[in-house]
């Protein structure tokens, strides 16, 4: 796939502080790439950079093969993570006036957004002044803004912010749906969990400089395997007694197996074979979480996991 978005050697800086040290990213065009870290490691500072919020003190952003310019910007939709509406405007007013900025015909935004707030249960709030919307309503109007005029390059900074399990899903599932339509979107969370479901690749940042860059599935293969999955005839104290198991968790009769550090886990399924019926064995993986703080680690830092995560509730 050709590239869509570039960024070359960026650098941000604010006084001493360095909030972004070179970094180079490139996007693919019909891809779901998230910029992934957490609070404070510079997602946020890229993201408007790109978009003209900030001017870099270095380096250069190209889109669509040319340097990025103000007319290029109208190709890309910008969800922030701070609520930026008019709290004052009858929603759907607004919506549709965020997207004649964009060059929409009046009439056919006004049709396409009550179409999108019927999708997001919003239908009933269309003539409801902002400030009347919950946090949560506001952040789904938003997003109604961002993707109504249809750009080539979506770009969500925090976008499942205030959002319930339920919208989460619905989100999610349109995010997709805008890359099988051949959008490309770049999204940045600190929800590693949340981004590891949906992202084709991925670039983790750590105090503004890069630790990972790529496609989701390889960088997750280059990472040992030491726990797998189990499930037969075999108790779980006699996997206990297998060479090599250090930990046996018993999960409703599928068993999560630790391996001994080195372990091959070829000659493990050998030993269990002896042992009996075997309806399931399987490689897990270590998630994005913990394949970030390892990186962070060898690195001589530390970042705590809730630091990766929403604490707390959220806001319909």
């Known amino acids: 796939m050709s590239a869509l978005l570039k960024v070359c050697g960026l ?3 604010y006084g001493d502080f360095v909030a972004v040290d070179g970094v180079d990213l490139t996007i693919p065009r019909g891809c779901i790439y998230g910029v992934l870290g957490p609070n404070g490691a510079g997602k946020s500072t890229i993201i408007r950079t790109i978009m003209g919020i900030y001017d870099p003190d270095g380096g250069r952003i190209e889109f669509d093969g040319a340097p990025r310019t ?9 969800l922030p993570e701070e609520r930026g509406l008019y709290k004052k ?6 919506i549709v006036y965020l997207a004649r900025l964009k060059g929409m015909n009046a ?4 049709d396409k957004a009550r179409l999108w707030l019927e999708r997001f249960d919003l239908s009933d709030r269309a003539e409801a002044k902002v400030d009347e919307l919950s946090k949560g309503m506001q952040q789904k109007a938003q997003f109604v803004a961002a993707i109504l005029p249809e ?3 979506i770009i969500l900074d925090e976008p499942f912010s205030g959002l319930d399990p339920i919208n989460v899903r619905l989100l999610t599932d349109i995010i997709t749906e805008q890359k099988e339509k051949g959008r490309t979107v770049l999204f940045s969370t600190h929800v590693l969990e949340q981004a590891e479901k949906i992202c ?3 670039f983790l940042i750590h105090r503004g400089r890069k630790l990972l860059d790529g496609d989701l599935s390889s960088i997750r293969d280059e990472y040992p395997v030491e726990t797998v999955e189990f499930r037969g005839s075999a108790s779980a104290e006699e996997l206990r007694q297998v060479v090599g198991i250090d930990e046996v968790t018993d999960r409703d009769g599928l068993f999560r197996l630790r391996l001994a550090e080195g372990m091959d886990r070829q000659a493990v399924l050998r030993d269990l074979l002896d042992r009996g019926r075997i309806d399931h064995f399987s490689a897990v993986r270590p998630p994005l979480t913990e394949i970030f703080l390892r990186e962070v680690a060898a690195c001589g830092d530390k970042v705590e996991p809730h630091e990766l995560r929403v604490a707390g509730g ?3």
């Open 314 to 316: 959220a806001v319909a």
């Open 107 to 110: 009439k056919t935004a006004r």
């Open 70 to 78: 103000r007319a290029s910007l109208d190709r890309i939709a910008y």
């Open 11 to 13: 650098r941000k800086t």
């Open 200 to 202: 084709d690749r991925i």
């Open 89 to 94: 405007m009858p929603l759907l007013d607004h």
């Open 151 to 153: 750009p080539e390059l």
